[in-house]
């Protein structure tokens, strides 16, 4: 269930049209249901043309001003909707616009609480359709084209409805950007009257073309100015069988919009138990890790021999000379080596006798070695003197 505003323009392009032919077209389940309501702000057409005035005037969205003012807005709408469906069966229903565009002025005040009060009907299976005219989509009213799913802007393939439609269809996205929830939700429903190919209105529009209408004025004009909509023909013409296309691709685009903008929360998947499947027992506990022991120390015997390195006293330095409180020491560890003696003095020269003067060795009896040095004794004796 969704919410869907029908935007026109200048020229009169086929908006209301539009909307009583998707309101026809739309399929339905059981339990479900179709609501159009008609919120042009330049006053109703359908209550003196497709239903040919069978109902008062004074009933419709004229009477929602002051039964919002009464806080009697939800029951007063049910009492004001007026079933169109072939066989009386309320799951087609429409609310007529105001007979009289003095009204619009009244109901400032009321798009809020009537939008809040449409968007909560999807919630009872009730799609809603928003025929906005050509000024419904500006304004106060403008709360509606916000809170839709999907607005759609009904143009012709015509040079003169395109061009009126281009800076409206530019204004209309940057409100919805801005205000709404967002220009993704913006299409164009074309009708095929001139030249002009979808694919080219949607380049120059930018916009997606959602579907196409034929161009049928006599069907259009059961729909605009009354007639039997319960006839074969009538249900079965192009016309109502294109709106049942647009309505597949707008309902199609709408769920794709949501799946984006709304997360997903996939749920863990559960395994199916059959009867002959033993029910799973429940998980243990985790055993508790308990604190291991610690492993003692041990004394182990240690021969003789490491028994004496370990107790055997460290050697101390030798006795350093001029050190108090070292004499007497006992000294521990390896016996030094005993001192070499000292080397034997030199022997003093030989100095000549008293009486024997300066001889050589051959005449005192001395080898030659002895004499050659009595001669240089005298020689440094006599160069002394």
């Known amino acids: 269930m969704a919410m869907y505003a029908i935007v026109g323009g200048h020229g009169a392009p086929g908006a209301t049209v539009t909307a009583l032919a998707m309101l026809h077209a739309w399929p339905l389940q059981s339990g479900q249901r179709v609501l159009l309501a008609e919120c042009d702000p330049d006053g109703g057409v359908i209550l003196p043309g497709a239903l040919e005035g069978r109902l008062d005037g004074s009933r419709g969205l004229g009477q929602l001003g002051v039964a919002d003012r009464r806080g009697q807005l939800a029951q007063t709408l049910m009492t004001q909707l007026t079933d169109v469906s072939p066989g009386g069966t309320a799951d087609r229903l429409l609310l007529p616009g105001v007979s009289d565009p003095a009204q619009y002025p009244g109901l400032a ?38 809170r839709a799913d999907a607005v759609l802007v009904v ?54 073309v959602v579907g196409l209408l ?39 685009r709408v769920s794709r919009r949501r799946l984006r903008l709304t997360p997903q929360q996939v749920p863990y998947p559960e395994a199916e138990q059959t009867e002959y499947q033993q029910p799973v027992p429940p998980p243990r506990p985790a055993p508790q ?89 005298n020689q440094v004796v006599s160069h002394a003197r």
Do not use: C
């Open 155 to 208: 143009v012709r393939s015509t040079l003169r409805s395109l061009t009126t439609a281009h800076p409206r269809v530019a204004a209309l996205r940057a409100d919805l950007e801005a205000n709404g929830t967002g220009s993704d939700g913006l299409g164009l429903v074309m009708i095929e009257e001139g030249p002009y190919k979808a694919a080219d209105v949607s380049a120059q529009l930018g916009s997606p």
């Open 289 to 377: 890790q308990q604190p291991q022991p610690q492993p003692q120390y041990q004394h182990q015997p240690q021969p003789d021999w490491q028994q004496e390195q370990l107790y055997r006293r460290p050697a101390e330095p030798p006795e350093q000379p001029g050190r108090a409180g070292t004499a007497g020491r006992p000294v521990y560890g390896p016996v030094p080596n005993p001192v070499p003696p000292s080397p034997p003095a030199p022997m003093p020269m030989p100095v000549p006798g008293a009486t024997g003067g300066a001889t050589n060795g051959a005449t005192n009896g001395r080898g030659p070695a002895e004499g050659a040095a009595g001669d240089l004794h």
């Open 109 to 146: 005040y009321v798009w809020h609480s009537l939008a809040e009060l449409l968007v909560a009907l999807e919630g009872q299976g009730v799609d809603v359709l928003l025929d906005l005219g050509r000024s419904g989509a500006t304004g106060p009213s403008a709360v509606l084209a916000q």
């Open 214 to 252: 034929p161009h049928s004025p006599a069907v259009a004009a059961v729909l605009s100015d009354g007639g039997n909509t319960h006839d074969r023909r009538f249900v079965r013409s192009p016309l109502l069988r294109a709106s049942r296309t647009v309505i597949d691709e707008a309902r199609s």
